[in-house]
């Protein structure tokens, strides 16, 4: 398979864990209440652990590698979770604030670019990073068809084909990720720190507080069992 290919072909599978994820939970009937209030909490928080894996373990340290300036690595973090702040804001001032499906959206759009040129300069990381994408797709997917189901005027199969056509983005953005990024790596590491920080500032004022349940502990493991994950696939990729 040649990069071309195995860029549309992991994007592609990234892209389709979010139409999934709304699939499950269209499917999702759990009784009693209480149990379905803690799987959702549950699914948040694990989402939050390979967002948190996924910036710890590939996107910072090889940001780092390409930008080769500390004090530069710095600014692009803080200013990618400045520019994440404001698009969140802007959205909440037009009452169109949706937390889960806003994080989705952000987060897998540099993500794809970072992973178009990851494969463009020969990252061994590059299909781990495909898999984190994919792998928090799912849960985000999950949350986001339950936050847009809450809505008003919002039925069943709207969310689910909205959610399909989320899909063509990764391999979007991948593809221009790969051919702008070819050549200059230090612009691929800028994306990945910017990147970095949107994820940081989304894991902590929208994911990691609605994964918090009073006198529940299961919310809080699925944030240790998501980056527990994202450690033993960076390690398997260091092993092979």
């Known amino acids: ?26 499917k999702e009937k759990i009784r009693p209440s209480w149990l379905e209030h803690e799987l959702r909490h549950s699914v948040i928080a694990f989402g939050g652990g390979i967002l948190l894996a996924a910036v710890a ?34 959205l909440g001032s037009r009452r169109r604030e949706k937390p889960q499906f806003t994080a989705m959206l952000l987060d897998y ?20 990073l495909a898999l984190f994408i994919g792998l928090q797709n799912l849960p985000e997917g999950f949350n986001a068809y339950r936050e847009l189901r809450a809505a008003p005027a919002s039925g069943q199969k709207r969310i689910l084909t909205r959610m399909a056509l989320l899909t063509p983005i990764g391999p979007i953005f991948a593809l221009l ?9 230090v612009l691929l590491g800028i994306t990945m720190l ?47």
């Open 1 to 26: 398979m040649d990069e071309l290919s195995s860029i549309i072909f992991y994007t592609l599978c990234a892209g389709a864990c979010i139409p999934l994820g709304g699939l499950l939970a269209y």
């Open 57 to 90: 373990l590939v996107l910072v340290p090889e940001g780092i590698a390409y930008v080769e300036h500390s004090i530069l690595s710095v600014v692009v973090l803080v200013s990618g979770g400045v520019f994440f702040f404001v698009i969140e804001r802007i």
């Open 109 to 128: 759009i540099p993500e794809s670019l970072a992973l178009g040129g990851a494969f463009a300069v020969g990252s061994a990381s590059a299909p781990l």
């Open 177 to 185: 990720g790969y051919i702008y990024f070819r050549e200059n790596v």
């Open 194 to 240: 910017f990147a970095s920080g949107g994820i940081l500032y989304l894991i902590f004022q929208d994911i990691a507080p609605q994964s918090r349940m009073n006198r529940h502990w299961a919310p809080p493991l699925g944030a240790v069992l998501g980056f527990s994950l994202g450690m033993l696939g960076n390690n398997l990729l260091a092993l092979g």
